[in-house]
C-alpha cells in the first residue's frame, strides 16, 4: 500500500523516474542446493516479507504505463557496510576485539551473494548522473563475485589484521546440527547457500563493480 501511495504522489511532483529497492528473497531462501538465480529465474518467494515485495515490483511495473515514468527495480542480496546492524555484523565485531568465534568451513562450497554499500552507492550514483539508464528494467545487484560466510569472515579477519581465532566445527557435528528441527532453520540460513547471477548489471553499467574481498579491505580500514 505505501508503494502505490508514493506511486501516486509521483506525478504531482513531475517524477518522471523511480528505483525501487526489491530482494533477492523473491526467489527463495537459502539453502543446501548450488542454484544460482536469474532475473529469468521464476520468483517463489516464501516469506510474507518476500511476497510483499514480489507484489511491490509488479505494482511498480503495472503502474508505470498509467503514471507515466520510467523505473529500475534491483533485486539485493545482504547488504554490508559501515554501521550496517545484523547477527553479521556482530561477529564482524568480535574478529574487530580479536576474540575467537566458530564457523562452518566450506566443505560443501556453499556461497552467498553480497552487496557492499559502496557498490550500491556507485550504481545509484551512475543512475542519477544518467538517468537514461533507469529504462524499465529489473537486475540483480550485488558484489562481483559470490562466497562463502567462512570465507567472508576469514577475509575480514585477514584485512583487519585481526588475533582472532576461527573455531571450524567439525562436519560431523554440522550434520548433526541440521538435522535438529530448531536448528536447522538457522544453520541453512546463515551457511547454506544463495547466489544470484550479476551479469545482466555489469554487462549494462561502465561502473567498476568491486568484489567482496576489495569492499571487505574498505570497510576493515573504516
Do not use: M, W
Request: include cysteine; charged fraction near 25%; glycine fraction near 2%.
Amino acid at each position: 500500500d505505501l508503494t502505490e501511495k508514493i506511486l501516486i504522489k509521483l506525478s504531482k511532483y513531475n517524477c518522471k523516474k523511480f528505483i525501487y529497492f526489491s530482494s533477492c528473497k523473491v526467489y527463495g531462501e537459502s539453502s543446501f542446493k548450488k542454484t544460482v538465480y536469474s532475473e529469468q529465474t521464476k520468483p517463489k518467494p516464501i516469506t510474507d516479507y518476500a511476497k510483499s515485495k514480489l507484489n511491490a515490483e509488479n505494482l511498480v511495473i503495472k503502474k508505470s504505463n498509467k503514471y507515466k515514468y520510467n523505473y529500475l527495480i534491483y533485486r539485493l542480496p545482504f547488504v554490508y557496510g559501515k554501521n550496517f546492524k545484523s547477527n553479521l555484523a556482530k561477529i564482524l565485531k568480535i574478529i574487530d576485539l580479536s576474540l575467537p568465534i566458530p564457523s562452518i568451513s566450506n566443505q560443501f562450497n556453499l556461497k552467498k551473494s553480497f552487496l557492499s554499500i559502496e557498490n550500491l552507492l556507485a550504481i545509484i550514483n551512475e543512475n542519477i548522473k544518467n538517468d537514461k539508464t533507469i529504462d524499465n528494467n529489473t537486475f540483480n545487484l550485488s558484489d562481483l563475485d559470490s562466497i562463502s560466510v567462512d570465507d567472508f569472515l576469514k577475509i575480514y579477519k585477514k584485512h583487519k589484521r585481526s588475533r582472532s581465532f576461527i573455531i571450524n566445527i567439525p562436519i560431523i557435528f554440522f550434520k548433526i546440527l541440521i538435522k535438529i528441527p530448531i536448528l536447522n532453520k538457522i544453520v541453512i540460513k546463515i551457511f547454506g547457500s544463495f547466489e544470484i547471477d550479476n551479469k545482466k548489471i555489469i554487462n549494462s553499467t561502465f561502473v567498476k563493480i568491486k568484489s567482496t574481498d576489495e569492499c571487505l579491505y574498505d570497510l576493515s580500514k573504516n
